[in-house]
């Protein structure tokens, strides 16, 4: 009888790869993309090993390796990722992996590991008894609890929203420069918007209290874990309305081609829903400022959610103005979305002595020289100051809530969008 392998990974390639890999070498294979399926799987077919992938749209890797060890203290996992990093390997094995796999996956490699991992099991090896409580991390038993409340805060006859289902989006980290992925995930009402480090399972709110860093990018942290340039995705989150989403990351967002607009596309496949609660906005009520002449960031009531953004930096760039109204989706993705991070070749030197930068690639940012843009083609005439207010979208989420009001910004960046938070909560208090 054949030794039966099960493999699990969201990418259909890798699945009908890995599948005829097994069975030219004399292994009938089970395959999956779901990590809840793949428990089930081994529950009752007891598969003689498993490849698993690291990054799962439903349960991440390093959870599923943990209920697989837990069902089978001798199960036979090799982990396999193409976004993965050394600290990930190390907790992959420490969890009870017999191997870990970069992807692309080499054929004498996933042949190497099958056996040895097999032959491992049936010798014996040593397994502990019993293993480590499971991490703060597991789904099964956390919770997640809205941002504090604001006196500004106003229930509104609109539905909180979360996502459809869960999907897994890879990339490159623009300014760690490494491969990273991340899992999108529906939360309940009145769970709000949360990130999840990967491999420790750091539960860090998407809140001002959160931010660590506004240099280049916004960054948060908590509890010596962070996650870098989150401005992006959650400019497409406000954006969109959605208010419940568990985001599993380890480092920094995927920068993809540095707009918002593949994120918008993500969630168009895989659908918005909206939940059976009314979602609170933070309702600005009088005018709110931070800057002084040379640039200003300010924010004054109004019916619906704008920005007016006033940007000036030397040719090629020149001065450039523009308003948005965030009506619905449609208009965000049409007219912010599409528009790219920007830098100067000026700076690179500076970007590679803090340690930032270091994924920046010809197709993920617009590059600016003395004289002209390098490496691209702009996507609108004045994609600059409607990249800033893609940002300022993204970072004002961070009160926690839908905003209401009108911005006006000129030649302000991350650090004015953290400091009129910080007014407008302090004003609160």
Same mark, same amino acid.
């Given at each position: ?10 990418e ?13 070498? $004399?292994f ?9 399926? !793949?428990? %089930? ?7 003689a ?21 837990e ?7 090799? +982990? ?34 099958v056996?040895? !991992? ?13 293993f480590?409580?499971?991490?703060? $991390? ?10 504090? !409340? ?13 996502? =459809?289902?869960? @999907?897994?989006i890879?990339?490159?980290?623009l ?6 992925? +991340?899992?999108?995930?529906? *939360? ?54 959605? @208010?419940?989403?568990l985001?599993?990351?380890?480092? #920094? ?6 707009? !918002?607009?593949?994120? =918008?596309? /993500?969630l168009? %496949? ?8 009314? /979602?609170?906005? *933070? ?8 800057? $002084?002449d040379?640039?200003?960031l300010?924010? #004054? ?25 965030? /009506? ?5 993705? %049409?007219?912010?979305?599409?528009? /790219?991070?920007?830098g ?5 030197? +500076? ?8 994924? $920046? ?14 490496? @691209? #083609?702009?996507?609108?005439?004045d994609?600059?100051?409607?990249h ?9 989420? *961070? *009160?926690?809530?839908?905003?209401r ?6 030649? @302000? ?8 938070q ?5 004003? =609160?208090?």
């Amino acid at each position: 009888m054949k030794p039966l392998v099960l493999v699990v990974d969201d990418e259909p390639g890798i699945l009908t790869e890995l599948a005829n890999i097994l069975k030219d070498e $004399g292994f009938a294979t089970l395959t999956t993309p779901s990590g809840e399926e !793949a428990v %089930e799987l081994y529950r009752t077919r007891r598969p003689a090993a498993v490849f698993l992938d690291i990054w799962l749209p439903d349960r991440d890797g390093l959870e599923t390796l943990r209920l697989l060890r837990e069902i089978d203290p001798a199960a036979a996992v090799i +982990m396999i990722s193409g976004h993965g990093d050394a600290p990930t390997a190390v907790t992959s094995i420490k969890l009870g992996a017999f191997d870990y796999l970069e992807k692309p996956l080499a054929y004498s490699r996933v042949v190497e590991a099958v056996r040895g !991992a097999i032959e491992s099991a049936r010798a014996g090896r040593d397994v502990p008894s019993t293993f480590p409580p499971r991490a703060a $991390g597991a789904e099964a038993s956390r919770t997640f609890a809205l941002p504090p !409340a604001l006196s500004l805060l106003h229930e509104v006859p609109v539905p909180q929203r979360t996502i =459809c289902s869960s @999907t897994v989006i890879y990339g490159l980290g623009l300014h760690s420069g490494s491969r990273t992925g +991340m899992v999108i995930q529906p *939360l309940p009402p009145n769970s709000g918007i949360h990130f999840l480090t990967l491999p420790k399972g750091t539960a860090i709110p998407a809140h001002l209290a959160a931010v660590a860093e506004t240099e280049y990018a916004t960054t948060l942290a908590r509890d010596g874990e962070e996650i870098r340039t989150v401005e992006h995705l959650l400019s497409t989150l406000h954006a969109a309305g959605i @208010t419940n989403l568990l985001i599993k990351v380890r480092g #920094e967002i995927p920068v993809l081609d540095g707009s !918002a607009l593949e994120f =918008c596309q /993500r969630l168009e %496949e895989v659908g918005i829903e909206d939940q059976p609660a009314q /979602r609170r906005e *933070l309702v600005i009520d009088r005018r709110y400022e931070v800057g $002084g002449d040379a640039k200003s960031l300010a924010i #004054e009531p109004a019916d619906v959610f704008s920005v007016a953004y006033h940007l000036r930096y030397p040719s090629p760039i020149g001065e450039q103005r523009y308003e948005f109204v965030l /009506r619905d989706l449609a208009a965000y993705r %049409e007219e912010i979305a599409p528009a /790219r991070t920007f830098g100067f070749l000026r700076d690179v030197p +500076m970007m590679n002595e803090l340690g930032l930068g270091s994924g $920046g690639r010809l197709d993920n940012f617009i590059l600016v020289g003395e004289d002209n843009v390098i490496n @691209t #083609e702009l996507r609108f005439p004045d994609e600059f100051v409607r990249h800033k207010i893609l940002d300022i979208i993204g970072d004002l989420y *961070l *009160l926690g809530y839908p905003v209401r009001g009108r911005v006006t910004a000129r030649f @302000t960046g991350h650090r004015d969008n953290v400091a009129l938070q910080r007014a407008i909560v302090a004003a =609160c208090a």
